[in-house]
């Protein structure tokens, strides 16, 4: 089955402890984002990948680190987590630039 | 800077009504249009993307419609179903902006039955 996977589902951690966020598509596509889900805010970018070793900013990446060692893979680093980083976030990757995009299930981060 | 705004936040139908859930955005240089469905806790399920060369995409009972000039699209949903209760977002793809998609905050539906 196609799709994009991200673990954990779920994360509780304290202020300062530096975690990953892995985030995996079966699908060969070039191109894998993360984005943030926030109330009131919506779903704004952090990072997106356009192939393996090449990734840019998005619309807020404080705070956060990517790498795109192989093409599945996309993981979302947080170095040193803080409070303002709890939210819904949400892997994505399409084939093209422009193409369908598909979401992973989400992981909802708290950070205490 | 693209601005994506769903309108109303909320709606209630009746099953068998038929869905109509609006967006607009303030930038007409757009790539796509693509439709999401996001059920609670869950993540976002690609509906349909409508292209800027196209006026409407269909699948099933959805229906969306996009007026580039006039920074709108409509998702129309037929004959709704309890199980279409759920929150649909729409998003944008700027022909400046690459890989990103601008979204909107979403309408969240209920049918009842």
């Known amino acids: 089955e196609a799709q994009v996977t991200q673990n954990p589902r779920y994360l509780i951690t304290v202020t300062g402890k530096k975690l990953t966020v892995t985030c995996s598509q079966n699908?060969?596509?070039?191109?894998m984002s993360w984005y943030r889900q926030d109330p009131g805010l919506g779903l704004r970018q952090i990072y997106y990948?356009?192939?393996?070793?090449?990734?840019d900013k998005g619309d807020v990446p404080e705070g956060y680190k990517v790498s795109r060692k192989e093409k599945r893979n996309f993981p979302l680093i947080l170095e040193s987590p803080s409070p303002n980083q709890t939210s819904l976030y949400f892997c994505?990757?399409?084939?093209?630039?422009?193409?369908?995009?598909?979401f992973g299930q989400g992981t909802r981060l708290t950070v205490v | 800077k693209q601005e994506v705004t769903q309108i109303p936040a909320a709606l209630s139908v009746p099953e068998g009504e038929n869905l109509v859930l609006n967006c607009s955005f303030t930038?007409?240089?757009?790539?796509?249009l693509q439709w999401f469905r996001q059920d609670p806790g869950k993540g976002l399920t690609s509906l349909l993307l409508?292209?800027?060369?196209?006026r409407e995409q269909t699948s099933g009972r959805l229906n969306a419609s996009l007026d580039k000039s006039s920074g709108r699209s409509t998702l129309y949903i037929a004959a709704s179903q309890p199980g279409d209760s759920a929150t649909y977002l729409c998003?944008?793809?700027?022909?400046?902006?690459?890989?990103?998609?601008?979204f909107g905050g979403g309408t969240r539906v209920l049918v009842k039955p």
């Open positions: 998003a944008v793809r700027r022909i400046a902006a690459g890989n990103k998609l601008t």
């Open positions: 930038d007409s240089a757009i790539y796509n």
């Open positions: 994505a990757s399409s084939l093209t630039g422009t193409g369908v995009k598909f």
């Open positions: 409508i292209q800027s060369s196209q």
């Open positions: 990948s356009m192939n393996v070793e090449v990734t």
């Open positions: 699908m060969n596509h070039e191109y």
